[in-house]
């Protein structure tokens, strides 16, 4: 099965707000990667619609079309293996910072024969997950005290960011430090060749000279 890593698609979705799509085949798996801090709750909406062969048109699928949905956290250990309907919703929690793999797929492609499935995709991540307004009714919530809480979600994640960050920021420190010094002892180890190679050619030609009585 092919797999083609992307990280973003310009396509604009016009039927999830802030949402991308692409199209794909039945032996295709696209795959996206997206850098989460730690204990950050992920969701993902998407919706899939088969292409009809006369028409060319995208079409509600037939209900035994699914999509698989693989997600794998930096270590790439599984977080997630499961099989949905053609539309639905997958969520899951980071436990680790960094990159995680979102991979789709279709989970057969006996139902369309060959033809291309368009699947609309919507990642939130954090506090982009709630429904506040949910969360208002259930917790009868007023304005103010649900832009509170909104608020304190903000700054939770924003704190969440900035760990990863610099996390980031000294894992890239590390690497240089790390580098430099391999490029300082190969530069010794390089003038320490080149002396050596230089006091053999003298120690050589001197005892050139003297086999041939020059000096």
Known sequence: MACTKIS????????????????????EK???????????????NYKTMIQDKN??????????VGMHV????????????????????????SHKNGEHVICLYSNTSKWFGGAKLRVYLDIQIG????????????????????RVRQ????VSQIQKEQNYQRQREKRFRDTSESTSQRVFVWAI?????L?????????????????????
């Open 70 to 93: 693989d997600i794998r956290d930096p270590d790439d250990k599984s977080i997630l293996s499961r099989t949905y309907a053609a539309q639905g919703q997958f969520t899951f929690m």
């Open 127 to 146: 506090e982009h997950t709630n429904n506040y307004k949910e969360i208002q009714n259930k917790d009868k919530l007023t304005e103010l005290q649900l």
């Open 195 to 215: 002396v050596a190679l230089g006091f053999w050619q003298v120690q050589h030609l001197k005892k050139f000279f003297i086999a041939k009585k020059l000096v």
């Open 30 to 44: 696209k795959c996206f990667i997206e850098e989460v801090p730690d204990e950050t709750m992920v969701r993902g």
């Open 8 to 27: 973003s698609i310009l396509l604009v979705l016009p039927l999830l707000s802030n949402a991308l799509y692409f199209h794909i085949s039945e032996t």
């Open 55 to 64: 028409s060319n048109e995208f079409m509600k699928p037939d209900p035994k």
């Open 151 to 154: 608020l304190n979600d903000q």
């Open 189 to 193: 180890f390089q003038l320490v060749i």
